[in-house]
T-cell receptor
């Protein structure tokens, strides 16, 4: 069965600092991988996705993620965090026409 | 931009009521999904549909049903609402390989 683990429930970073959110997955084949962001009271917005090819994926809002097959990981990074990045972040794995499984989320707090 | 519209942001219903949650997308997407979101549990898939009149059970279909009579509309039905169905419900749609577009969610409270 496919699964996603986001080991950090809550992360606090200072504005301007770098950010890395961890995601590990379990999947029987080459997965499609996604990162979504959710602002309070809102739906989820797609940040980036990986299907194949270059393992470093660029997304919106200055985010990037790296697919590491050997580690079954798809960590999200940003070199310099802005206060507006405070939100909850979800990693997801799956293939189209099959279900997509979401992690339990990581809440990001940004302090001045 | 694709828009996914959920008819209500907030709903309060009584135990035992039949509840309809409506979702409409405006970009001719084939695939539509219903998730519920609870703190600490992330998003859990209730039902999904890859075509009109087609439906598949997700991970937690018990107590729910769905209807997809038209491509743009995917309805979630709580046959007899219970307090453990109090949750945030999120609808999403997608095209092949495009990732999901989510609605803003419906926060349902069952009293």
């Amino acid at each position: 069965a496919q699964s996603v683990t986001q080991p950090d429930i809550h992360i606090t970073v200072s504005e301007g600092a770098s950010l890395e959110l961890r995601c590990n997955y379990s999947y029987g084949a080459t997965p499609y991988l996604f990162w979504y962001v959710q602002s309070p009271g809102q739906g989820l917005q797609l940040l980036l996705k990986y299907f194949s090819g270059d393992t470093l994926v660029q997304g919106i809002k200055g985010f990037e993620a790296e697919f590491k097959r050997s580690q079954s990981s798809f960590n999200l990074r940003k070199p310099s965090v802005h206060w507006s990045d405070a939100a909850e972040y979800f990693c997801a794995v799956g293939r189209i026409y099959q279900k997509v499984t979401f992690g339990t989320g990581t809440k990001l707090q940004v302090i001045p | 931009d694709v828009k996914v519209t959920q008819s209500s942001r907030y709903l309060v219903k009584r135990t035992g009521e039949k509840v309809f949650l409506e979702c409409v997308q405006d970009m001719d997407h084939e695939n539509m999904f219903w998730y519920r979101q609870d703190p600490g549990l992330g998003l859990r898939l209730i039902y999904f549909s890859y075509d009109v009149k087609m439906k598949e059970k997700g991970d937690i279909p018990e107590g729910y049903s769905v209807s997809r009579e038209k491509k743009e509309r995917f309805s979630l039905i709580l046959e007899s609402a219970s307090t453990n169905q109090t949750s945030m419900y999120l609808c999403a749609s997608s095209l092949y390989r495009a990732g999901y577009t989510f609605g803003s969610g419906t926060r349902l409270t069952v009293v």
